[in-house]
């Protein structure tokens, strides 16, 4: 339990070492030919770890054992949301330089901006209603139905991904598989209570036996 605010701490200085490192080649002007699009792709593939790392935190809990990994969640969400919005905010501001006409366009006709603007627009109501507060007002139940999103915003980002590189689709194709892996083991989890169990043909235990074995 004491290990908790350490790894807090941890956690949190790993997830901003991306952005820093960023800012340290902004300023020391390491950025390259192009840092609009150095700026870009690190922002989005962060993302896509960070909300990877968020949804293996139930799978890692329940095969561990180990209950404390749930506090890391809502840090690892919030996380990718940050990054995110510098992905959104590097294309909107650096690229479009505010051109809002110009950005309804390319979400129209652009697919893989649609993916990606769709998978945003999912997460803005995660992030805001993240707080303990917010539990609290829509209930445990209504709560955990929305943060679902984060599914379909996750799938949106590995399409944007896919649909933006085009040709060598290997390496988001990697992020597809391990949201394939984390996708099926919540379906395996939702589908296993109504498997139909077996009977037994054997005859019943005697009530002594049973009550030896609760």
Partial sequence: MKRIPALKVAVFVACVGPVARLVWKALHDALGANPIEVITRSTGTWTLVLLLATLSVTPVRKLTGWLDVIRFRRMLGLFAFFYVSLHFLTYIWLDKFFDLQQVAKDVYKRPFITAGFTGFMLLIPLAVTSTRGMIRRLGGRHWQNLHRLIYASAVAGVVHYVWL????????????????????????????????TRRH?????????????T
């Fill in 165 to 196: 590189v085009k040709a060598d689709v290997r390496v988001p194709l990697i992020y597809g598989s391990v949201l394939s892996v984390l996708l099926a083991y919540r379906a395996v989890l939702w589908l296993k209570p109504s498997w139909p």
């Fill in 201 to 213: 043909t054997t005859s019943p235990r005697p009530a002594s036996v049973l009550r030896n074995s």
